[in-house]
Every structure is written in C-alpha cells, then in structure tokens.
C-alpha cells in the first residue's frame, strides 16, 4: 500500500496550488482518501477528507470555501485544490487512506486513518 503526495511548492499569499495523491497497491473504491497537515510546532490536523459514498466530505474551517477535494478513481488518484493561499496554509501536507471511510468528519478530526504517505511540503509567502 503506498500513497504519494506531490504538487506542493512556493506560492504567493492569495495563490493557487493543487496537490495530488497517487495511490497504489489497493482499490481506491473501498476507501476513503482525506488530507492532513502540519506546521513546524503544530499538531497535524485534518485538512480535508472525502467518504467511499462521496455523501460526507470534511474540510477544517480554516479551509471551507477555499480548498476542494475530488478524487478519479481510474486514475487512482484524489486532489486538493487550494486557492486564496494564505501564509497561515503553510506546512507539510500529507495524504491517508481509511478503509471503508463513510463518516469523514470523523476519521479527519481524529486522525484515525489506515494508512499515510509522505508528505509535500507547501509554503506560501506574504
């Protein structure tokens, strides 16, 4: 089972970036696939997280309005669009999978994912 996380870099405050996560090694239907990360000092919190339904999707306040997830399956693969960056957003960004996620505000609050990736690391500038 591996995840990838790539797209991060350097961008501008009120820039736009969008991450992707490559999965592999399992069928990306039974799960669900969420974003997390985690600032020098900080805990890591979730970002955003969709469900196998597609019925609950999470994202923190910090990001509601501004981030979106959305995933092809066939291509095994979930994306983080991020627009209006902001200095705060920076950090690492990892990508997780949870096996038959339904509740996503759940597993993305708690952090009870099944398996994680590495992470990409996004930094915006002011």
């Known amino acids: 089972v591996q995840l990838q996380a790539s797209g991060g870099g350097l961008v501008q405050a009120g820039g736009s970036l969008t991450l992707s996560c490559k999965v592999s090694?399992?069928?990306?239907?039974?799960?669900?696939i969420g974003w997390f990360r985690q600032a020098p000092g900080k805990e890591r919190e979730g970002v955003s997280c969709?469900?196998?339904?597609?019925?609950?999707?999470y994202y923190a306040d910090s990001v509601k309005d501004r981030f979106t997830i959305s995933r092809d399956n066939a291509k095994n693969t979930v994306y983080l669009q991020m627009n209006s960056l902001k200095p705060e957003d920076t950090a690492v960004y990892y990508c997780?999978?949870?096996?038959?996620?339904?509740?996503?505000?759940?597993?993305?609050?708690?952090?009870?994912?099944?398996?994680w990736g590495k992470g990409t690391q996004v930094t915006v500038s002011s």
């Open positions: 997780a999978a949870k096996y038959k996620g339904l509740r996503a505000t759940s597993y993305c609050r708690y952090n009870t994912m099944n398996y």
């Open positions: 090694g399992f069928t990306m239907n039974y799960y669900a």
């Open positions: 969709d469900s196998i339904s597609g019925a609950d999707i």
